[in-house]
């Protein structure tokens, strides 16, 4: 599936879409420097309850923990800055992503071998200033 954003004011609707749509909770976010997967994921977020003001790239700390206001965990990873995959192992990944919890990864690149099976995959392209969202769905 593909969907577009003309504008950030796009971005609620089409979170709405993928959450109604994908019963996955880990969903694994691709795409340059700048597409917009931070930005996406705090519309995502929002969608689910968390409270905006809450919101922020983990960028440093490589995960943010976020409550809803039905009080569920909402996991958000920046793997950008790791080496290799032992540093995800080393922080205890595999406690999050097998945790029932929601799991927006961005960079999941850098630890594709440790990605569960059972995941949604948006790629997220810019085009002018518009961006594309790439939905693939993988299941085990």
């Known amino acids: 599936?593909?969907?577009?954003?003309?504008?950030?004011?796009?971005?609620p609707v089409i979170a709405a879409k993928i959450m109604d749509a994908y019963p996955q909770k880990i969903i694994a976010f691709y795409g340059d420097m700048g597409a917009g997967?931070?930005?996406?994921?705090?519309?995502?977020?929002?969608?689910?309850?968390v409270d905006?003001?809450?919101?922020?790239?983990?960028t440093y700390s490589i995960v943010n923990e976020?409550?809803?206001?039905?009080?569920?965990?909402?996991?958000?990873f920046d793997f950008y800055r790791i080496k290799s995959e032992q540093?995800?192992?080393?922080m205890g990944y595999e406690?999050?992503?097998?945790?029932?919890?929601?799991?927006?990864?961005e960079w999941p690149e850098k630890i594709?071998?440790?990605l569960p099976e059972d995941l949604l995959e948006i790629h997220i392209e810019t085009d002018s200033n518009k961006r594309?969202?790439?939905l693939i769905e993988s299941n085990s």
């Open 132 to 134: 594309i969202f790439t």
């Open 1 to 11: 599936m593909k969907l577009t954003a003309n504008s950030l004011d796009d971005l």
């Open 87 to 90: 540093e995800a192992f080393d």
């Open 95 to 105: 406690e999050y992503l097998y945790s029932d919890a929601y799991c927006f990864i």
């Open 52 to 58: 905006k003001s809450d919101i922020c790239s983990p």
């Open 112 to 114: 594709k071998n440790l």
């Open 66 to 76: 976020y409550r809803t206001t039905t009080a569920q965990c909402v996991y958000h």
């Open 37 to 49: 997967k931070t930005t996406f994921i705090k519309v995502l977020c929002v969608h689910l309850g």
